[in-house]
């Protein structure tokens, strides 16, 4: 019997990672998990992982957690959608995905599946309709930098798959379950447990659970076609049904109204501030208000089709959400 592959998964301390290279381990793989310094490592450890930490920029360093792997897990990556975070953000997307695809090459890695975002796709026009992995990319629609960086890095991706790595590329959805210790989409239940929220964004986007998202990225690696993308996705919701959910979950009144798409942006401007003052974790900038105004809907019919994706209800993601942040002591 061949035995298991070994796989490096980076941004293992993450939510996808981290979740990702523990079912990695429990199917029977030799992983290996890539992480910023400092960051807890504890469950990792306990799952039978081995842990190297470094810069995702550390060429050097990256070979040497690659070297031997069969396939990489590039989950790396910075989410915010606040100014400040903007070098950061081309730092860690672009240039990181750059060090890996060069750690890659010289490793000697057979495969690679790329953490895109469904955000590199579309928006479909007209609105509300479904983009698929065959819509282009309009810089001017979601007008997000952190879109902007991912593209940049899945480009630099589907390249190297034509100089004979094998690349697949992932897009998940908005990512909700247990573990998102960096409050992504969880800013959204944080928020909501802390203060009441009277108004929703007049948009939607695409739900996904955590779990069905660590499927698909081993059904990627597993049957993926070399060169081929795969949304990864659940529900295409509106913010008033995403936080009528949430708030429903935690015990709290749903919202009563939707929030004007011109007061967006500025609300946003002044909420940001106001978490800041509070402590209250939200990813929350102007230019997320104005992608909040917008229906941004997916299809995951590919990876359904293709890799057997078989998405679990949004209801269940927030559920275990708002019972993993108690337990942690966060609300």
């Not at 079912?23 to 081995?50: M, S």
């Not at 070399?226 to 295409?236: E, P, S, T």
């Not at 990876?303 to 609300?331: C, H, K, N, Q, T």
Request: proline share 5%.
């Amino acid at each position: 019997m061949a035995a298991p592959p070994t796989v490096l998964v980076t941004g293992a301390s993450g939510f996808i990672g981290g979740r990702l290279a523990v079912a990695l381990r429990q199917r029977g793989y030799r992983v290996r998990a890539h992480f910023r310094p400092g960051d807890d490592a504890g469950a990792l450890e306990r799952a039978g992982v081995e842990c190297f930490a470094s810069d995702i920029c550390d060429r050097d360093s990256l070979e040497r957690a690659a070297r031997g792997c069969e396939g990489v897990f590039h989950v790396a990556g910075n989410v915010s959608f606040r100014r400040r975070d903007r070098a950061l953000q081309r730092r860690v997307n672009v240039e990181g995905t750059r060090a890996v695809l060069a750690a890659c090459r010289r490793a000697g890695v057979r495969r690679l599946v790329h953490t895109s975002t469904v955000n590199t796709l579309g928006p479909a026009r007209p609105a509300g309709a479904l983009a698929d992995e065959d819509t282009l990319f309009d810089p001017r629609g979601c007008g997000l930098h952190y879109a902007e960086t991912k593209k940049q890095a899945e480009d630099l991706a589907l390249a190297a798959g034509r100089d004979g790595l094998e690349v697949v590329v992932v897009h998940p959805g908005t990512v909700f379950g247990p573990g998102d210790r960096f409050a992504n989409a969880g800013s959204y239940i944080l928020a909501i447990a802390r203060l009441p929220v009277l108004l929703s964004p007049a948009g939607g986007t695409n739900c996904v659970h955590v779990d069905t998202v660590v499927e698909g990225h081993i059904a990627a690696f597993e049957r993926g076609r070399a060169g081929q993308r795969y949304i990864l996705g659940g529900q295409n919701l509106r913010y008033r049904e995403i936080f009528a959910t949430i708030a429903a979950a935690l015990g709290k009144p749903a919202p009563i109204a939707t929030l004007p798409t011109w007061l967006a942006a500025p609300a946003a401007a002044v909420l940001e501030r106001l978490f800041d003052r509070l402590g209250i974790e939200a990813n929350l900038s102007a230019e997320a208000a104005r992608a909040g105004g917008m229906l941004l809907y997916y299809s995951s019919a590919r990876a359904e089709r293709e890799l057997g994706l078989r998405p679990l209800p949004f209801s269940r993601a927030v559920r275990e959400a708002v019972d993993w942040y108690r337990r942690e002591g966060r609300i």
